[in-house]
């Protein structure tokens, strides 16, 4: 018991020491660590009217249009208004790939497989925006 009474005083003593010495500390922005900074815009998203070539055939394609605003939860997936097996084709567009169908154990599933459901864990939309570092480590050979 005097053991858990002098462990919480030592934490709460070193609380009390960061807190009051907060100002002293920087980040690598040279920002205290309770300020908060201005969450940047975010860079506008491509809307292509084709689809990206992939550089292999499982690559998870990119998404070629705006996705600010989807919503995609466990209840309601808006992606598959679109992209759902059966309304794809009269939209003329790319239909939830197979894959996306079966469960971990192999088993064909009616609709999507839980583990396919969010989108977004593989699939991305491209943006605009330029590199925030530039790469000179990699050089392009003819």
């Known amino acids: 018991m005097k053991t858990i009474g002098l462990t919480s005083l030592l934490i709460v003593t070193v609380s009390l020491s960061l807190w009051a010495a907060e100002e002293s500390f920087t980040t690598l ?66 239909t939830v790939g197979v894959s996306h169908f079966t469960d971990r154990n192999g088993e064909y599933l009616i609709n999507v497989a839980p583990r396919r459901y969010f989108c977004r864990q593989c699939h991305v939309a491209q943006t605009t925006s330029n590199p925030p570092v530039n790469n000179s480590s990699m050089t392009t050979t003819p």
């Open 29 to 94: 922005r040279d920002r205290g660590i309770l300020e908060q900074s201005e969450t940047p815009p975010l860079a506008p998203q491509e809307d292509l009217a084709h689809r990206r070539v992939r550089d292999h055939p499982t690559e998870a394609p990119t998404i070629p249009h705006p996705i600010n605003g989807y919503t995609v939860t466990k209840e309601f997936n808006q992606c598959l208004l679109c992209h759902d097996k059966n309304v794809a084709p009269m939209l003329n567009a790319p």
